[in-house]
């Protein structure tokens, strides 16, 4: 596990005194059964790293503290291993049981994590086995500096909003998600279809192209940039197929026409939809504008309040290709800024904007909220690439999930 | 010449009253004797078009009208044909004898350059002949709202003067010369070897990469960027030759070693350099490094006065390698902001830095003005690809520079 790249894996170590339920609320965030869970105060001993997908955040570990409060000689030397977890640790769980009352050990940690300047969340556990008194909210407030989440464990209530907090709370490196590194290897050809007649400033690539080119070369593969009618001809000066084929989505259709059908290809919108959130929950969320049926409900979520121009894409195209793929109207609702409106369950599809204002632990977070409320989410990219019929192509990079396409 | 596209050329429209010598010094401009030069008054009827290279701005179009003063009825016609010409102008020249004095006709020539936002210059001729008094000069200003320059076409007295003016006042666009568009031909692939460790902002290109793809892709030719480390398997996936390598110059010796020699190869230094100036005199420049000796004057000319770092390129590098270069210490001297010294004459070597801050204009101003004074002259990425023995390869897409650095 320590071989695996730290920038990886978000390690979440996970702190709490004796039994107030530090390995059994792993097993709640995971859904596994992995960590031995027993109601022996100290059954966890030296510190167990547990490699995991945290859906949709992505692979991060959980490691497992021996309680910090053991006494005695061997307590000593495992307090010493709990507190040597913080240099490894992205982030820090405190575990908290509320009818124990804040001690010398929990103020002791929050101390050594704003000294390290460790993200820290206070969980108070076992919500369900006796209501948490507002006096004891407000002295973990003060005294930890830091807003507890109630969980239980048990019943599972609150491990939503939980696995939320961590992600709006990770460092701000999980931002930096690659944008292709995961998709070709060293040496690949990546060809680039880059238009340069729409809107582009004179002289210049519009970001999204130069982060691509800029990420395919930090993983040692070559960037093939052509516009879309030399897109033939470059793959015709190459002696092997390229490994992968990204395009400009107003290019779309050219490109599908010019490479090959065995070659991956995929469009800017799709791996920055990825790069912004989780693309398997937004495929998922355009499966769904298929169910849709006349006189649904349909919110139309905006990160910022930009300025609308006459054919907005959020106030007016999309919902015109929303009402024509259902054949019918819709019943839409607009939001933007930093909240959902409050109630979400009743909508059958949340289109969000493509996020460029906010990062990705943010809009992760919204993703997660819209799948806590059991309603499919799509962004606009993946949106417009499946009303056009392009979405299956464009996810050729990403086999299982043209399988949940093409599922149910 | 109408078929010429107007952005390649500068259009530069003579007026002045009949026999004011605009032919005359369209000749002394140019050093060919193509008007026809008469002191008989009207001797140029219709609107002549002549094109040709005004070094070192590039490639120009003299238009040589009939003076719009002609009265008569033949005379109208060609009045409105010359006022015609101001719709094809770039920029104007009025011609004047001083000795003539301000009539209707100047002032409607300058109204009318106001209202079409055309560059005016006003070129007091014949000033061999008679001294120009102060009062005129100054109604000049006022009246006609430009700085007079004062030549003779006879005597050649102050045509220098009259190209830095041109090149000064030509219209923003020329400074928009192309990176690599006439180096290359649609379909063309060009290998850009783009090193990504070294002071490169994270997720980005720096601004001359990015503008060069752009001008690849603007000119249907298409960019393999590659790291230096993949030059070679870039070149080895491509069923043809690349049609030109061009690689960040730290980058250069490995590129150089990995580019077949009969590939043309170049920096992106060298093409800025010959985007914000005039290369060939640069390389003229690079030459007089060679002919220093220890204790020559050399000035150090920077746009800006930038923060200096510790080991600041013109104070400290590039001094150091010159010193070397010459085997034994040089005299220096810097300047810095818009101004040369007054002194020019005594330098044996300009070098100027890169000219980020200013524009094309400005520099190739400048270069003239060192030429004027006869001194060489010769910019940061010039003088230190030619210091470090690669400048003779760089030029390799320059066949006709090559020959210049290995003349006489």
Redesign the interface.
């Known amino acids: 596990m320590n071989e695996t790249p730290r920038a990886n894996r978000l390690h979440i170590a996970i702190f709490g005194r004796r039994n107030a339920g530090k390995s059994s609320l792993i097993n709640a965030l995971t859904n596994q059964d992995i960590a031995v869970v027993s109601d022996v105060p100290g059954t966890t001993t030296d510190p167990v790293y547990k490699a995991m997908e945290l859906l949709p955040l992505g692979p991060v570990v959980f490691i497992d503290t021996a309680g910090i409060d053991d006494e005695g000689e061997l307590g000593a030397l495992r307090v010493q291993r709990s507190i040597d977890v913080l240099n490894k640790a992205d982030m820090v769980l405190l575990v908290m049981d509320s009818g124990t009352g804040i001690s010398e050990y929990e103020m002791d940690l929050a101390r050594r994590c704003r000294e390290k300047k460790l993200p820290l969340l206070v969980v108070l556990n076992k919500a369900d086995a006796h209501p948490v008194p507002t006096s004891f909210l407000e002295e973990v407030i003060t005294r930890l500096e830091t807003d507890p989440v109630l969980v239980s464990a048990k019943t599972h209530q609150g491990i939503g909003d939980l696995k939320i907090a961590i992600v709006r709370n990770a460092p701000s490196q999980w931002d930096d998600q690659t944008l292709v590194g995961d998709l070709v290897r060293e ?1 690949d ?1 990546v060809v680039l279809v ?1 238009p ?1 007649d729409l809107a ?1 400033p004179k ?3 519009i970001l999204p192209q ?2 691509t ?6 993983h ?8 879309e ?2 897109l033939k ?2 793959i015709s ?4 197929k390229p490994d992968l084929v990204i395009t400009d989505s107003q290019a779309f259709l050219k490109a599908d026409a010019d490479t090959p059908l065995d070659v991956p290809l995929t469009s800017f919108s799709i791996l920055f939809a990825r790069n912004k959130g989780d693309l398997a929950t937004l495929v998922a969320g355009a499966k769904a504008i298929d169910e849709l049926k006349p006189g649904d409900k349909v919110l139309l979520a905006e990160a910022c309040s930009h300025h609308r121009m006459e054919d907005d894409i959020g106030k007016v195209k999309i919902p015109r290709w929303l009402r024509q793929s259902v054949g019918g109207d819709l019943d839409f609702q607009w939001c933007s800024g930093p909240r959902f409106p409050e109630n979400i369950e009743e909508f059958k599809l949340i289109v969000h904007c493509g996020a460029c204002t906010i990062n990705r632990r943010e809009m992760l977070s919204r993703i997660m909220r819209a799948q806590e409320a059991g309603v499919p989410i799509v962004n606009y990219g993946v949106c417009i690439a499946h009303i056009h019929g392009i979405l299956q192509r464009a996810l050729s990079p990403f086999p299982e999930l043209q399988e949940v396409l093409k599922d149910n």
């Open positions: 040496g050809t880059v340069v582009a002289g210049r690539l130069v982060q080119i800029r990420d395919i070369l930090d040692d593969a070559m960037a093939y940039v052509v516009k009618r030399e001809a470059s000066t190459l002696n092997k």
